[in-house]
């Protein structure tokens, strides 16, 4: 992912990532704690999510605000309404991350690669003052290691 300096006055979202199973639950999963500056778009948002586990930016994947059942969410974006497939929700390239994210505790559910439904609950902790000299987006935290992003290869299979 690429790195840049913020914009003079621009804001700092500390934006918490945790890995979540299908259900919402996150107690003793991993997360990371983000530093992204206000106007990275969503899109921006899940390549540091996705970067910051090590992950491949290399499926598709949505924000959505029902963390358990996505299917059903009134408010969502989605990486399908900027590739020209059928969408009922908005762009993840064309919207900012401080619209999305407008109060603290906010919470969306990422989901990452419809396939595996990787799922990540991302909630806005806070908002502060930009470092001038740092590059965006840092990790500012990291708990716990990250799980493969695909299974571990059996021997037996190659």
């Given amino acids: 992912m690429k790195k840049r300096r913020v ?3 621009e804001k700092i979202y500390l934006i918490k990532a945790t890995l979540s199973d299908w259900y ?3 107690r003793g999963r991993p997360y990371r704690i983000l530093a992204i500056p206000e106007g990275f778009t969503l899109y921006d948002l899940a390549e540091a999510i996705v970067d910051s586990f090590d992950f491949d930016f290399d499926h598709a994947f949505g924000f959505y605000n029902n ?6 969410s009134t408010e969502g974006y989605e990486l399908f309404a900027d590739i020209g497939k059928e969408s009922e929700f908005k762009s993840v390239k064309r919207t ?6 407008d109060k603290i505790k906010k919470k969306m559910l990422f989901l990452f690669d419809y396939g595996d439904e990787w799922h ?3 909630e806005l902790k806070g908002v502060e003052s930009s ?6 987006p840092l990790i500012v935290k990291s708990v716990g290691k990250s799980p ?3 299974g571990e290869i059996d021997d037996e299979e190659e």
Avoid: L
């Fill in 67 to 72: 963390i358990k059942r996505w299917t059903e």
């Fill in 148 to 150: 493969p992003q695909y």
């Fill in 24 to 26: 919402g639950h996150v």
């Fill in 96 to 101: 900012k991350m401080s619209e999305v994210f």
């Fill in 7 to 9: 914009k003079q006055d």
């Fill in 131 to 136: 470092e001038e000299t740092a590059k965006y």
């Fill in 120 to 122: 990540f609950i991302v």
